[in-house]
């Protein structure tokens, strides 16, 4: 597939990406740093092993899906659900590209029903810039039908860590994956805080996360990850994300074992240190 205006292949600290040109979000990270919040993806290495099971919601291009299935290995394997067509076709070149078979990849929405959605239609070829990874169903214009379906519909044996990014969709797809949470225990890491989420609460999906969750018998703490990291791959100087961060709530099944070196979700999420991720550690149970 060779390279155009619009599509570049880039070398990154997992592999080598096809991104958009003109994505000004996680492609402009991958172009840049060669990485996109890469504290997340250690973190995802402290809780997880080889032969984990992981699921995605969200999956964009592929730039946490391809080292997480290199992690958790041959024996592992991770499934990624990405709903917009465009970001879907990178997500699946950039697996080819970079060797990765143990990922089973869905062009289908997450949500409390099976049904069918409408997302909106975006040109990443003709457009201008945009965050391409961070397409909500709430923004006007052309749409187009997508099936959306449940976690607890896949009827998962096994699941290690269950991974929602889904621009402020992330309570429906909670709430239809209640039932996989409470027979599989999996490692929860949910974006609690974007765009659609802060409309509907000033704290997003925090209180909501932990009202809803809060009888299972979770751990819940705040991970917020700075979208410029001084130790990027191809190097930090320069900050392309002036003040950005992503916020998101980990919940560790208490039995699984103890995360430390975060705070609490307790905690008010804008008192949390971005640098804790440094010194997050996981100690599993016996």
């Known amino acids: 597939m060779p390279e155009t205006d619009a599509l570049r292949r880039v070398p990154g600290r997992h592999g080598d990406f096809w991104v958009w040109a003109k994505d000004n979000t996680i492609g402009a990270a991958v172009i840049h740093y060669g990485e996109w ?12 092993r080889p032969g984990s099971i992981v699921l995605e919601a969200g999956a964009n ?3 946490h ?21 465009f ?13 990765i078979s143990n990922v089973r990849t869905h062009q289908a929405a997450l949500g409390q029903a099976i049904t ?16 391409y990874g961070g397409v909500s169903m709430a923004i006007e214009g052309e749409t187009a039908p997508c099936l959306a379906t ?57 209180t909501w996360l932990l009202d809803q969750l809060g009888g299972m018998d979770y751990a819940f703490f705040h991970c917020i990850t700075p979208l410029h990291d001084p130790c990027a791959f191809r190097g930090g100087d320069i900050d392309i994300f002036p003040g950005q961060w ?40 016996a």
């Open 61 to 63: 291009l592929g730039a």
């Open 116 to 131: 069918e959605l409408s997302f909106p239609v975006f040109d990443p070829v003709a457009g201008g810039p945009n965050n």
């Open 65 to 85: 899906t391809v080292p997480l299935a290199r992690w958790v290995g041959p024996v592992g394997r991770v499934y990624a659900f990405e709903p917009m067509l």
């Open 150 to 206: 449940t976690v607890d519909r896949l009827d998962l044996s096994r699941l290690d860590l269950l991974k929602i990014d889904v621009e402020g969709g992330e309570r429906e797809v909670v709430l239809g994956a209640m039932g996989t949470i409470a027979r599989t225990r999996p490692f929860l890491f949910v974006e609690s805080f974007n765009h659609a989420a802060a409309e509907m609460a000033p704290d997003g999906h925090r």
């Open 37 to 48: 919040a890469n504290r997340e993806v250690q973190l995802f290495q402290t809780l997880l």
């Open 246 to 285: 992503s916020f998101d709530i980990v919940g560790v099944p208490r039995e699984r074992g103890q995360l430390t070196g975060l705070r609490p979700a307790t905690d008010d999420m804008f008192d949390a240190d971005p640098d804790a991720l440094f010194t997050a550690d996981f100690a599993p149970s």
């Open 87 to 99: 970001s879907h076709q990178l997500l699946c070149a950039n697996l080819v590209g970079n060797g």
